[in-house]
């Protein structure tokens, strides 16, 4: 029996931040909105490549 286990990780960049303003535990709450998004799509395509760019995407997009 095969059990393979999807993950999904992702980098925060080094610390900086688009606004002061933004605490940390906002900052956080949206990474983890990246996740989930970037998990229900890797579970819907299954394919890494493309949830990986997905991902990147995702954060690349996002103001905080």
């Known amino acids: 029996m095969v059990i393979c ?3 999904i990780i992702i980098h925060g960049g080094a610390g ?3 606004s002061s303003k933004t ?3 906002q900052y956080h709450k949206n990474l983890q ?3 989930k998004d ?3 799509y890797l579970e819907h395509t299954k394919d ?3 949830t990986a760019v ?3 995407k995702l954060l690349e ?3 905080i």
């Open 33 to 35: 909105v990246i996740i």
């Open 38 to 40: 970037a998990s229900r």
């Open 16 to 18: 900086g931040r688009e």
């Open 23 to 25: 605490s940390f535990i």
């Open 48 to 50: 890494a490549t493309l």
């Open 5 to 7: 286990m999807a993950k």
């Open 54 to 56: 997905y991902a990147v």
């Open 61 to 63: 997009d996002n103001k």
